[in-house]
Every structure is written in structure tokens, then in C-alpha cells.
């Protein structure tokens, strides 16, 4: 008689870990994937508004500056998490195609592209920094700080680059909890060094927004060393070796096909708050500091719609290489459906607690009276923006990402700085908020057509695969 044969307890877990994706009821599991991804990146919004509400505490110098640095700060994260992206997407389609081997190698990859990242940030750090500060302001402080803050956060970038690919593994094989851990267990070292490094506490000299970037860097260093650890111990599903390290043309360019949308999107986001930051400065820097403390505010909205997206993408990644349509479809509809009703409460909040959100930056009353209409005027994208970002993470999950650069080329370029440079030239500071819902019409429209042209291929895709 033929034996059975024998798994060990610790990979039979890891097999049905991994079969969960395409077996767990679907609003289940993407609520089990995403929740842990929402809490800790409302963890991260947390402690991003932190820098910002410590700081203003110095001076609205000290916010309008970090409002500066912001476009390029977000060009910082945004190159990790749209290799993150890919690298995501690649490990768990190959996980869902049986191909273990692929996996690895995919891992390696992202490995040898964070010491890219890395490089190129801390070149624009040396040589970038301060030009890119100056041409946005001619107040001295606001320079001065600015270009501080950037050039620590940039030079010390290595951490952070690491901290997302490892949580990223750790995202591809079911283990989001362990990913929200990385970043909270970071995100909260940066929340309690922020005062001893901006105030000089126990004795520390005070140092400002100098004090704010170098908490950043060392809650990021401490991220990516339990990342590590949890990847390591726990991620047994990718065993990655040095060979898997060296660089495959082949998969790079799969990274980058996927994710470079993902990075793209945040270039032109970051291109466009960089104008916007120019042009609402041709009024009043105050006006700057308003739309840098909403940009930290609206993170408390968007993460939680981030962390919805980071759980479809896995998920339709894995069902898509296993051929499963139906779960694809049931899958998208509750991504909808959650990411709507985060972007309800947001609006629902900055409608009726502006004052009370802008109190937490120490508004003075002129920050107040443009903060106020401000808040009204722009929440009205929570309404839409789901909607946008769920649709956009479906596209590139079914090899569509070009859709949801499109949507926001169009959006952001076309959209959003034109129309704030006209409204601009109305002479009241308060038109040009109306920008951005002018802009996220535009986005819904386009986010709706291409998600529905994506499914229809994704079925064509699929009936030609079973047909063969």
C-alpha cells in the first residue's frame, strides 16, 4: 500500500494561509486583510500629523515649511510604495500560480530595487534639496527649515524603503497583521521621540523641524528592523536566497509595469502640490500652512481607503492566476462599498468640525478664515475619492495600470492645477479650493469607464485560458 505523505504542521499552516485567498468568504477576507493595513496606517496618518502639529506648535513658519517639503517627501514614499505594489502583485499571483520559485526570486528582486530607491534619494538630497525649497518661497526661515527637514528625511530614506518591501512579503502571504505591527511599532517610536528632538527634552537641544525629520528616520529604522524579524520568523512561504537577489531585467520590468503608475500617480500628486503650493502662496503663506495641515488631515481618510486598496490587490492578484471570476467580482463590490463609506464619514467630519481639526495646528484667527471655508470646500472629494482609488488598485491588479495613471494625469494636470490657476486669477483665495471637486468630477467619470473596460478584459482573459 503507497504511504501518504508526510507535510510538516508548519507548511500545511503556510498552504492553507495561502489558500484562503481564493476560499474565504470574500467580504471577510478583504476585511481581514485590509483592517490590519487600516490601523496601521492610521497609526502612520497619526504620527505624520504629529510632525505637523509639533512644529506649528514653534511657529506657522515651521508648518508652511514642512507643507513645502511635503511634495517631495510624498515623491520619497511613493517610489517605495509603488515598487511595493508590484513587487505585491507579482509574489502573490505567482503564490496563486503554485510557482513558489517565481515568488523567491520576485522577493530578491524588490531587495537590490530599495538600494536603487535609496540612491537616488540621497543624490536629491545632497543636490536637490535646497533648490527645490527655494523655488516655492522667498521667506528666509520658511527656506531654512525646509530644506533641513528634507535633506534628513531624504539622506536618511534607507530605512524607509526596506520598512515597505518587507511589508509588502508580508502583505503577498496573508500576514497583514504582522505588516500593520511593522508600521505602528515605527510610526509610534517616531510619535514618542517627536517632542524630545523638536522641544529638547531631557536635555536634548531643542532642534525643530530638524528635530521632526531625524524622529521620522529613527521610527523608520525601527520599523525595518522588526519588519525583518517578523519576515524571517513567520514568512515561511518565500525563502529568499542571495541569488535571488541578482537583478532580472524580466522581473524588474514586471515591477515597474505594474507599479510604475503607483509612482507615477504620486509624481504628478507631488508636481501638483508643488504648484498649488505656489500659487496659494502668491496670496499668503498662510494660505500654504492651510493646505499643508489639510493634506495631513485627509490622510486620516485616504489611509483607511489605502488600506482597503492594499487588500484587493493581493487578493484579486491571487484569485486572478487561479482563474476565479466570481470571487474577483464579489471582491471588488465590497471594496466599493467599504471605501465608500470611509470617504461618507470623512466628508461628514471636515463639513462639521473644521475649526475644531484646524485647532489641533494652533490656527491663529487669519489661518482660521481661510482654513474654515477651505476644509468645506475640498472634503467634498471624499465623496468620490473611493470610489477612485478602488477602482484605480482593480486596474492594476488586472494588468490595467495605465488606466489609473490616466485618471490621475487627467485629474491633476488637466483638472486641478489649470482650474486653481484661473480661479486664481479671480482674486479671492477662497475660489481656488473649488479646484479640487471640479477635478474629482472629472475623476469619478473616468475611474467608472476604465474599471468597467478592465473587468470585460478580465473576463475575456480568463474564458480564453479555460479554453485552452
Known amino acids: 500500500m503507497r504511504s501518504k505523505e508526510v507535510i510538516p504542521v508548519e507548511e500545511k499552516t ?123 518661497t522667498d521667506v528666509e ?81 525601527v520599523g525595518a528592523l522588526f519588519g525583518l524579524y517578523f519576515h524571517l520568523r513567520f514568512n515561511k512561504e518565500i525563502h529568499i536566497k542571495l541569488h535571488h537577489c541578482r537583478p532580472r531585467g524580466r522581473i524588474i520590468r514586471e515591477v515597474y509595469r505594474i507599479g510604475f503608475p503607483s509612482i507615477l500617480m504620486v509624481g504628478i500628486g507631488s508636481v501638483t502640490t508643488y504648484f498649488m503650493n505656489i500659487i496659494l ?8 500652512a492651510v493646505y499643508g495641515a489639510f493634506s495631513k488631515l485627509q490622510s486620516f481618510i485616504f489611509m483607511p481607503v489605502f488600506g482597503i486598496n492594499n487588500g484587493i490587490i493581493p487578493i484579486i492578484g491571487y484569485n486572478y492566476g487561479a482563474g476565479k471570476k466570481d470571487r474577483i467580482y464579489r471582491t471588488v463590490r465590497y471594496g466599493l462599498l467599504f471605501a465608500s463609506a470611509i470617504g461618507l464619514i470623512g466628508f461628514s467630519l471636515f463639513q462639521l468640525l473644521p475649526r475644531t481639526l ?35 488598485s482593480v486596474c492594476q491588479a488586472l494588468d490595467k495600470s495605465f488606466a489609473a495613471f490616466f485618471v490621475s494625469i487627467f485629474r491633476q494636470v488637466v483638472g486641478l492645477v489649470p482650474a486653481a490657476w484661473l480661479l486664481a486669477r479671480l482674486g479671492n483665495v477662497n475660489y481656488v479650493w473649488w479646484a479640487f471637486p471640479i477635478a474629482e468630477i472629472f475623476s469619478l467619470l473616468f475611474s467608472w469607464l476604465f474599471l468597467r473596460n478592465a473587468l470585460r478584459s478580465m473576463e475575456k482573459k480568463l474564458a480564453l485560458r479555460t479554453a485552452s
Not at 528635530?211 to 523608520?220: E, F, M
Not at 502662496?281 to 500654504?288: D, L, M, R
Not at 478664515?369 to 470610489?387: H, K, Q, T, W, Y
Open 14 to 136: 503556510e498552504r492553507l494561509r495561502s489558500q484562503r485567498m481564493g476560499t474565504m468568504p470574500e467580504g471577510r477576507l478583504l476585511l481581514s486583510m485590509a483592517l490590519p493595513m487600516m490601523l496601521s496606517m492610521l497609526v502612520q496618518a497619526l504620527y505624520n500629523i504629529v510632525d505637523s502639529i509639533y512644529v506649528a506648535k514653534v511657529s506657522e513658519d515651521c508648518l508652511a515649511a514642512l507643507s513645502l517639503a511635503f511634495p517631495a517627501q510624498h515623491i520619497l514614499i511613493g517610489l517605495g510604495t509603488g515598487t511595493g505594489v508590484g513587487v505585491s502583485t507579482l509574489v502573490s499571483r505567482a503564490l496563486g500560480a503554485g510557482d513558489s520559485r517565481q515568488a523567491n526570486r520576485v522577493a530578491g528582486n524588490s531587495l537590490f530595487l530599495c538600494l536603487c530607491c535609496w540612491t537616488v534619494m540621497v543624490l536629491f538630497g545632497f543636490f536637490g534639496a535646497a533648490g527645490f525649497i527655494r523655488s516655492q
Open 141 to 221: 526661515s520658511i527656506r531654512s527649515y525646509g530644506v533641513t527637514y528634507l535633506r534628513i528625511v531624504t539622506i536618511g530614506s534607507f530605512f524607509v524603503y526596506f520598512e515597505i518591501c518587507l511589508e509588502r512579503l508580508l502583505q503577498s502571504t496573508g500576514l497583514s497583521r504582522l505588516s500593520m505591527w511593522t508600521q505602528m511599532i515605527g510610526a509610534v517610536t517616531n510619535i514618542v521621540l517627536d517632542p524630545f528632538f523638536i522641544f529638547g527634552w531631557c536635555g536634548l537641544p531643542a532642534m525643530g523641524t530638524a528635530g521632526a525629520a531625524i524622529a521620522t528616520v529613527i521610527g523608520q529604522g
Open 281 to 288: 502662496h502668491s496670496f499668503t503663506s498662510t494660505a500654504v
Open 358 to 392: 484646524l485647532g489641533a495646528f494652533s490656527a491663529s484667527e487669519s489661518m482660521l478664515a481661510i482654513g474654515i471655508p477651505a476644509m468645506r470646500i475640498i472634503s467634498i472629494i471624499f465623496l468620490a475619492a473611493g470610489f477612485c482609488v478602488v477602482a484605480g
